[in-house]
């Protein structure tokens, strides 16, 4: 048995799947998630590219931080347990994959947006410009799966 | 600035050429398929059936665990191997051996998936 055939043989993702309310739940949390996520991405990268007027760009990152983080662990936790349900679909999934692509870049670029994000270098504007690119991009990829 | 525009973009990008959810990609006209079945995926958001008709192989969008239940359907009734009759609407590309079942027959029994639609 592959992993996507184990996942979802679990007792979770089966009851998920045949379940009345918890997938729409799980599926809006994982909605709220991804809005969180963005929510709190789109005004600190566009503070840190000096595109808007605000409050001092660390400030900003200081205090968005801490939501974009919590919206990325909500919809990743919600995401997981979606995926789960149809996991066997999902990795032969083109808009899947290329969101695991997008999103595994995002998240090597956060990986540095929190070291140098703030600093206000040349490198720290080309970080927050590749995260709010890619951020955008994983949700319309994701997005897309509903579509194919 | 110019960023807010590509947002713009982005979101007209998004708009989906054909959702599967709801009935605004089906044709008006009522739809008859009828058929085995010869592979189910059972299941939320929806459950699909592939059904072999007429040579043809048809992809039959039918409910949700719960409506699919409400209709009287058990996985069982839904699983390869079935003869039923898909009555709803096929999508309005009719290149696509694609429709959405409103109401199932199986042995002359009728399951309606959609009792409120009329």
Redesign the interface.
Request: glycine content about 4%; aromatic content about 10%; proline content about 12%.
């Given at each position: 048995m592959t992993f996507p055939e184990a996942l979802e043989a679990t007792a979770l993702a089966q009851h998920?799947?045949?379940?009345?309310w918890a997938?729409?739940l799980v599926?809006a949390g994982h909605v709220a998630g991804l809005g969180l996520l963005v929510g709190a991405v789109?005004p600190m990268d566009?503070r840190l590219?000096h595109?808007v007027p605000g409050p001092e760009p660390a400030a900003v990152v200081a205090f968005l931080r801490p939501f974009a983080v919590a919206g990325l662990v909500m919809a990743g936790v919600f995401g997981g347990l979606l995926f789960a349900?149809?996991a066997t679909?999902y990795v032969q999934n083109g808009w899947f994959r290329l969101k695991m692509a997008l999103l595994a870049a995002a998240l090597v670029n956060a990986g540095l947006h929190v070291r140098l994000g703030a600093a206000g270098t040349r490198a720290g504007q080309a970080i927050a410009a590749v995260s709010?690119l890619l951020w955008?991009?994983v949700l319309?990829a994701g997005?897309?799966i509903?579509?194919s | 600035?110019r960023?807010f525009h590509a947002?713009v973009v982005?979101g007209l990008?998004?708009t989906?050429?054909?959702?599967?959810?709801g009935w605004r990609w089906t044709a008006d006209g009522e739809f008859s398929l009828t058929g085995v079945v010869t592979e189910s995926?059972l299941?939320?958001?929806h459950g699909v059936l592939t059904v072999e008709a007429n040579g043809e192989s048809w992809t039959v969008e039918v409910g949700?665990?719960?409506r699919n239940a409400q209709a009287g359907l058990s996985d069982d009734m839904l699983a390869p191997g079935a003869e039923l009759t898909a009555e709803g609407h096929r999508s309005t590309d009719p290149a696509q051996l694609l429709m959405k079942a409103e109401r199932i027959v199986i042995g002359g029994q009728l399951h309606d998936l959609y009792p409120d639609r009329s």
């Open positions: 998920l799947r045949a379940s009345r997938y729409p599926n789109v566009l590219l595109l349900t149809a679909d709010l955008p991009l319309l997005r897309m509903g579509y | 600035m960023l947002f982005l990008l998004a989906p050429a054909l959702a599967h959810h995926r299941g939320n958001p949700q665990p719960w």
